[in-house]
């Protein structure tokens, strides 16, 4: 192993282990599972633990973007435009069984998936999610920000 | 004035106009031909002893494949009206058929039917003769159907739309 390559993996890890503590999410919140989220976000779960503690409402500084709630066809053109405002890196977290894959609603306005939309990272099922399933997400999401590639 | 006075009042004014009526549960309809429902309307809220002055609701029901109504006009267009002052209410159809699907509009007596009518239009494809802006309300303007019409396939899945740009 030549001497680049040892700096370049151990870089890698350090900005990984920094990047998986500065969560900065971006809330679309459209449905129930909202009232979920913000049990997690408050203190008795904590989410500042892991360093998502600070949600940003403007898609340009945040780092993951959390889609919590039904997405209708009406809504999935914003969505999208949302996701494409964010800057690199960026990651998507499904929250709650609609966002994963439309959930009980099978009907002409809601969208199967928001994977049929954009790019998702990590899904949360549950209707809603409890706030345990939430960290469980969080936590898995940190670990492929963390052993991920890291692009600067 | 009970529901029993109101529809005799109705009777009373328009004739043979009023196909029937009927109180179920306390729910007191009258049933009226197509072209006596602006007549109808505008005679609910401006008599004295009457004066519906809200329009609470305008929907439609579609009767296709319905158990003992094959045969009859496909849609019902209903009319639910409730006065403020006098503390009652009183609710009229009127019946379609699928292949000449319009009704005279209830924009110029009350404002919120402009937007009440948009949805029945939007959910059932029933047209509104004389309403001044018949657009989609809930759905978006590339949706194709009406969803709440009972042929339309509970899986249809329409095509996404993108951002507009």
Known sequence: ?152 | MDGDAILARLRERLGARVLHTHAQGGDHTAVLTREAVPEALAICRDTADLRFDLLVDITAVDYLRFPGREDGPRFEVVYHLYSVPHNHRVRLKTQVEEDDAVVPTATGLWPIANWLEREVWDMFGIRFAGHPDLRRLLMYEEFVGHPLRKDYPIDRRQPLIGPKV
Not at chain 1, 44 to 60: I, K, M, Q, T
Not at chain 1, 93 to 102: D, E, N
């Open chain 1, 1 to 152: 192993m030549g001497v680049g390559a040892f700096f370049t993996s151990k870089l890698d890890d350090a900005i990984g282990w920094a990047r998986k503590f500065s969560i900065f999410q971006y809330p679309f919140v459209t449905a129930c599972c909202g009232m979920e989220y913000m049990a997690t976000a408050c203190s008795h779960y904590d989410v500042d633990r892991f360093g998502a503690g600070l949600p940003r409402f403007s898609p340009r500084q945040a780092d993951v973007l959390f889609v919590v709630g039904t997405i209708s066809h009406k809504m999935a053109p914003v969505l999208k435009r949302v996701y494409d405002q964010m800057c690199e890196p960026k990651w998507v977290v499904a929250f709650g069984v609609c966002t994963c894959t439309g959930g009980f609603y099978n009907n002409y306005a809601t969208v199967q998936g928001i994977d049929t939309i954009i790019p998702v990272d990590v899904y949360i099922p549950g209707c809603p999610p409890r706030p345990e399933s939430v960290i469980d997400g969080l936590m898995k999401l940190q670990e492929k920000i963390a052993t991920g590639t890291q692009r600067f």
